[in-house]
């Protein structure tokens, strides 16, 4: 058995990756690509991290409404604190299908609540109750804290790549200000190669020097055609290596190579209902693209041996 990327079978997903980077880095070969090219671009939700039966993010933000909504009972009959407020958590997980379906109007209601709970909010203060928060709280039915929700076989991914060159990117539509807490330690990757969403900020003046503090307007909701914009933004490359889980990382894997680079796009597929969970939803458009465009599907079944670190 080949001791690289050990949680990972040893089937053709894994060799297509094993492939992949020997040739780029293969300086006499034909597919041969310099260092400073080798960007690798990982959206999060459901491609390093479990996102159900909802995305981390979203239990943080759900707990913030549920304290904003104990303070003002008015609330408790708007949505999205209802839905908080009631723990009806499968209101906000077909918010997001459906947007991922094409239908983003509860979506937006959704969004109308972040950006309330935004309003005001220091980063750093963002940042580390995101951080403590990974740290401390667990999930609702696996067992397992927050942090270690991650996946083993993509974490092993990472250090593969970096050893080989690559500068790895997280490409989330989830919020940057949050991921930007955690990013380092969970996956060794700098705060400043974290891609997210974002909402608008203003600088507030004060005896220490100064606070960056959030404002209730977005700025960029990064999912679908916006990660690759965001991807050109942050780097000024394509990527050659792109993975995701979802529609919404389409335009994202369609971006990667390009013309001129050779690229590999990894679709993590999540059909494992005994070690995680089974579903298709939101994805149905990439599955598809995955059979169409000769893709590299990696399904969590037969190509992980294990799902969790250890």
């Not at 109308?112 to 750093?124: C, F, M, N, W």
């Not at 807490?181 to 909402?199: C, D, H, K, M, Q």
């Not at 169409?292 to 799902?307: H, I, K, N």
């Amino acid at each position: 058995m080949n001791d690289t990327l050990p949680s990972w079978h040893d089937t053709p997903t894994k060799q297509a990756i094993l492939d992949f980077v020997a040739a780029v880095t293969d300086e006499a070969g034909p597919h041969y690509v310099p260092p400073a090219a080798r960007i690798a671009v990982f959206d999060n939700d459901g491609t390093l991290w479990c996102e159900k039966p909802m995305y981390i993010q979203l239990d943080f933000i759900l707990r913030l409404m549920v304290a904003r909504a104990a303070d003002n009972p008015a609330l408790r009959t708007q949505q999205p604190w209802q839905a908080a407020w009631e723990r009806d958590y499968a209101w906000f997980d077909q918010a997001v299908t459906q947007h991922y379906q094409g239908d983003a109007s509860a979506l937006r209601v959704v969004l109308g609540g972040i950006l309330a709970l935004s309003d005001g909010q220091v980063v750093e203060e963002v940042e580390a109750g995101a951080s403590a928060f990974v740290a401390n709280e667990r999930h609702p039915t696996l067992g397992l804290a927050y942090r270690d929700c991650v996946y083993q076989p993509m974490l092993e991914l990472l250090r593969y790549l970096e050893r080989h060159g690559f500068s790895v990117y997280i490409v989330s539509g989830g919020g940057r200000d949050f991921m930007r807490g955690f990013s380092e330690e969970l996956y060794g990757v700098p705060r400043a190669r974290v891609i997210g969403s974002t909402v608008a900020y203003r600088y507030v003046e004060d005896e220490q020097g100064g606070a960056i503090v959030q404002r209730a307007d977005l700025d960029v909701i990064n999912d679908g055609p916006d990660k690759a914009v965001q991807i050109w933004n942050a780097t000024g490359r394509r990527p050659i290596l792109a993975a995701g889980n979802s529609n919404g990382d389409l335009a994202m894997l369609s971006f990667a190579g390009g013309p001129a680079l050779p690229a590999l796009r990894l679709l993590v597929v999540h059909d494992d209902g005994a070690r995680e969970f089974e579903y298709r939803a939101g994805a149905e458009k990439a599955i598809d693209a995955v059979q169409a465009q000769g893709w590299t599907a990696v399904s969590m079944q037969r190509d992980w041996r294990q799902v969790f670190p250890g």
